[in-house]
């Protein structure tokens, strides 16, 4: 549809107005991270610093370098996990009629929406009884457990749009359960792999309350609870916490401008992070 | 071996680890809710429903459910609106779209623990953005504690929230809006509709269907949401920004009221799934149509 060209004009204005208001905080937190503690308080928080600094990036770094490689670790690992799992189950749940299909998808899908308070408890113990309290291992698995619901259902709404005749036909060839899988549906894979990869990632790197409960103060601390912890102190002033904050963003935000069509995949399919 | 019976096995690790760490552990949590653990060593004798009973009594309950329900209606409408609105300004064939709806869905993708520090920054009331720049462009009178201000704290999470959401909001309703029939808009356009009319009489009332998605999946995050809030106010100042999640959350980890965070959490769960079943079952009840 076309707008007449005075009402085009307003509606660029509206448009650009709106994308300063989204990137102003990025910009301030920007230029913040470049000053120094002086420059932070006697410059106006938009202006570019009048002398560059990189210290509040090395400072921040030096305190989130440890956590970063934790997040990178288990994030990649449990994205993993989670996406080989749910593009069986996808398969299984899309491709093989039995009883019950349907009420199983029911079962995951309710798991996508609860509130996680309602686990934490029983998930703090778990951990505990598990000797997995404060791990690695310990954010692999519960992030791999939670992640089943929605991978499940993206690999399977995916599997969907494939025909059934071809797998049918497979199956008048002689294939079994598992050929067809392997030969068929993972070829065509690669692009949920990638929506469900995309969202999983993201969502687990920038996930704060798992780690919180589990990973408190310790070795396994994530990326996202170190820099809570930096707003919490007073020593850490703000042009360190926006470097930290930039650091711990840093990964998502390329993810997003290389692959962020998957992302969006993921996001119409109903995947939002809680 | 059967199809059925492979089917079965295949799932069955998923179905175990599914089983336990959701469905599961709500049972454990409302048993614990039913119990009268307080104190790091656990205790499962059964005193029933007193912890309910208590929560009637406890004025930070009260603030926090007040809180969740300000988000419900006032978080999830601004979100739902300002995402249709861009939506709007950029269906009818912008230049540079890719780059606007890059731009506003970005915050969207990012952890709330970054957007919670960026908007620390914003509404720091010393030195941050929003109250320079008001001085600096002679509006020094709006100046303000913000998030240090408990009388409109809340607000300013709200407003920051807002800013978050409102590209997903954006992206769901673009896409409804580039799924109706161009043939349909032709037709009402040739009967005079034209402009924002066209919108408000033809489109909108189409993208029913995304509404109602984004309006659920809002208001069960504007009930478990608490990473936001927790680093940006961390509840304060006071109690006016608390929220269940948040009473929950100090409740059993700061002040190991076991039971009586898992009683909040029980009220919480109840709460969600009260809004997603009948949703879950209305849209499974579509799809077969």
Redesign the interface.
Same mark, same amino acid.
């Given at each position: 549809?076309? !707008?007449p060209r005075p009402?085009r004009i307003l =509606?660029?204005i509206?448009?650009i107005l709106?994308?300063f208001?989204?990137? =102003?905080?990025?910009w301030?937190?920007f230029t913040?991270s470049l000053k120094t503690k002086r420059d932070?308080?006697y410059t106006?928080?938009?202006e570019p610093p009048p002398s560059l600094t990189l210290e509040p990036w090395i400072e921040a770094f030096n305190i989130m370098e440890k956590p970063l490689f934790n997040s990178l670790i288990f994030t990649s690992l449990a994205t993993i996990f989670s996406c080989i799992?749910g593009s $069986?189950?996808g398969y299984? =749940?899309s491709k093989?009629? !039995?009883?019950g299909?349907?009420l199983?998808f029911?079962?995951?899908?309710? %798991?996508i929406?609860?509130?996680?308070?309602?686990?934490?408890?029983?998930?703090v113990?778990?951990m505990s009884r598990l000797g997995l309290y404060n791990t690695i291992e310990g954010l692999i698995l519960?992030h791999?457990?939670?992640g089943?619901?929605i991978c499940?259902l993206l690999f399977r709404n995916s599997y969907k749009e494939i025909p059934d005749s071809l797998i049918m036909a497979a199956k008048t060839d002689g294939a079994g359960?598992w050929a067809i899988y392997r030969r068929i549906l993972l070829p065509l894979s690669s692009a949920p792999f990638v929506v469900a990869g995309v969202f999983q990632f993201?969502s687990i790197?920038?996930?704060?309350?798992f780690g919180l409960?589990l990973a408190r103060g310790s070795e396994a601390l994530p990326a996202?609870v170190a820099?809570?912890n930096l707003?919490g102190t007073t020593t850490a002033f703000?042009n360190v916490?926006?470097a %930290?904050?930039l650091w711990?963003?840093l990964p998502? $935000?390329i993810v997003?401008?290389i692959l962020?069509k998957y992302?969006?995949k993921a996001?119409?399919a %109903?995947a939002?992070k %809680? | 071996m059967k199809e059925s019976v492979i089917a079965i096995l295949v799932l069955l690790p998923s179905v175990l680890l599914v089983g336990y760490f959701v469905y599961a552990s709500i049972g454990w949590n409302v048993v614990v809710s039913l119990s009268n653990w307080e104190g790091l060593q656990p205790s499962y004798s059964i005193v029933g429903f007193r912890r309910y009973a208590d929560l009637l009594y406890d004025s930070v309950f009260w603030i926090s459910l007040k809180n969740n329900l300000l988000l419900i209606l006032l978080f999830v409408p601004s979100s739902i609106l300002l995402g249709l609105f861009l939506a709007i300004l950029l269906d009818v064939k912008v230049r540079a779209e890719g780059v606007f709806r890059t731009v506003y869905l970005l915050p969207f993708a990012l952890s709330f623990v970054i957007i919670a520090s960026l908007w620390a920054w914003m509404y720091d009331p010393e030195v941050g953005v929003l109250n320079i720049l008001l001085e600096n462009v002679g509006l020094g009178f709006l100046k303000s504690g913000w998030v240090t201000d408990s009388s409109i704290a809340m607000y300013c999470v709200i407003l920051a929230l807002t800013w978050q959401f409102s590209g997903y909001t954006m992206l769901v309703f673009l896409a409804g809006l580039r799924s109706i029939p161009e043939s349909q808009v032709m037709a009402a356009e040739v009967d005079g509709a034209y402009g924002f009319s066209l919108y408000r009489r033809i489109m909108i009332p189409q993208l029913k269907s995304s509404v109602l998605a984004v309006f659920v999946i809002l208001m069960v995050f504007a009930l478990k949401g608490f990473d936001f809030i927790y680093i940006l106010t961390g509840g304060g100042p006071g109690y006016s920004t608390f929220v269940l999640p948040l009473e929950m959350f100090r409740e059993t980890f700061s002040m190991t009221h076991f039971a009586y965070g898992a009683a909040i959490a029980t009220v919480l769960f109840v709460i969600v799934m009260l809004i997603v079943v009948p949703y879950l079952y209305m849209s499974s009840r579509r799809r077969e149509e």
């Open positions: 549809m076309k !707008f009402r =509606l660029y509206l448009l709106f994308a208001a989204f990137v =102003l905080p990025f301030t937190g913040t932070v308080i106006t928080p938009v799992i $069986i189950n299984v =749940l093989i009629r !039995f009883k299909s349907d199983v029911l079962f995951f899908s309710i %798991g929406f609860i509130p996680y308070q309602t686990v934490l408890i029983p998930l113990l778990t519960a791999t457990a939670y089943i619901p499940t359960t993201t790197w920038n996930d704060f309350l409960v996202s820099l809570a707003k703000w916490q926006m %930290g904050a711990y963003a998502v $935000i997003y401008l962020g992302l969006i996001y119409m %109903g939002v %809680g | -």
